[in-house]
């Protein structure tokens, strides 16, 4: 397996990791196992098995974003937004991709090497946030990066809960609500 394929099976391979079996099974034998390929070579490539989940959650990282932006690109109002919200929330919740970021998350609670790495993860999708409520008509009563922490920190609680209740009805309900409200939230 060439150098850059074995790379991609290991990220994969933590990805799925990751998604099925949570991070306190996410350990070089199980990923590599998933790779198809030695163990050794997850510290060969990545030099721990953290460092392999935070290129992991990079990379999940870098496909999501893309898709997120091309939806608030063409949202209008926080109507729009939350229209945006819902899709990539019905995509992430069935892809489990929120599932990655949100297992770092909880292991990053205890441990204190994985913690600033995923706290710096974070700061992209705040800033993500900020940028897509500036200008409607909340961003304008509220600070953009309060109101971005608040609509992040909403947004994972929201796919945690759907995740541990099985049930994403509650989300989609708000979701419903906010859709609504679309005609006085208007972006310029």
């Not at 996410?26 to 998933?34: D, H, L, M, N, T």
């Not at 990379?59 to 939350?82: C, F, I, N, S, T």
């Not at 859709?179 to 939230?185: E, G, N, S």
């Amino acid at each position: 397996m060439a150098s850059q394929e074995t790379r991609r099976a290991l990220i994969a391979g933590a990805i799925a990791t990751l998604r099925e079996v949570g991070h306190a099974k996410a350990s070089a034998r199980e990923i590599a196992g998933r790779a198809g390929c030695n163990q050794a070579l997850v510290f060969y490539h990545f030099g721990s098995v953290n460092g392999l989940l935070i290129a992991a959650l990079d990379h999940v990282a870098e496909q999501r974003r893309a898709r997120y932006q091309a939806l608030v690109d063409d949202a209008k109002g926080l109507g729009g937004l939350a229209q945006a919200a819902r899709q990539v929330f019905e995509e992430d919740l069935t892809a489990g991709h929120t599932a990655v970021l949100l297992e770092l998350l909880a292991a990053a609670q205890t441990d204190p090497q994985l913690r600033p790495q995923v706290a710096e993860r974070l700061r992209p999708w705040r800033e993500f946030a900020s940028d897509a409520v500036r200008g409607t008509l909340l961003g304008r009563l509220l600070p953009a990066d309060e109101l971005a922490h608040a609509v992040v920190a909403m947004y994972l609680g929201l796919e945690l809960l759907a995740a541990v209740d099985g049930d994403p009805a509650p989300a989609r309900a708000l979701f419903d609500r906010l859709d609504k409200t679309r005609a006085p939230w208007r972006r310029p």
